[in-house]
């Protein structure tokens, strides 16, 4: 799913077990257009929050789930916490943003998160982090 097009890879396209959605935003898609409720899922977003993003893909999803999020800094701490040219580089930083990911993502059921650094730096040089999700619950299951 991608408000782009053209954007993933031509092996992914070609692959019987993949449903590209493209020129798509996650904050209208509706359950019933995808063909199923997914196992697994990725993320890697620019310019939104994953704040914004995990609410809106929770409602998609299947109730045991496993996903690897892209947590990107730049787009996820506070403006004056952001270095000229969009760089996030102090560690206290990252450090607060990855924990504000993981206790965000547990308020939506999810009952475990993993992260680690990505081995790759974003284009402008920042530090972005993999965080892996799993055990989904659906948030009117919790506390029951």
Known sequence: MDVGY???AW????DSR???LERCNI???RKEQIPLSPTFFTVDCSFISLKVVLPCIVDLLSPVVEGIVLIKPQFEA???????GGVVRDPAVHTEVV???SRFAAGLGFSEVDSTPSP?????????????LRGFTPPESIGT
């Open 18 to 20: 993949v449903t590209v």
């Open 99 to 101: 924990e504000g990911i």
């Open 27 to 29: 904050r209208t898609l």
């Open 120 to 132: 790759l730096l974003g284009p402008a040089g920042n530090k972005e982090f993999l965080a892996w």
């Open 6 to 8: 053209g954007q993933l």
């Open 78 to 84: 506070g403006r004056h916490q952001v270095g000229k």
């Open 11 to 14: 092996s992914l396209r070609q």
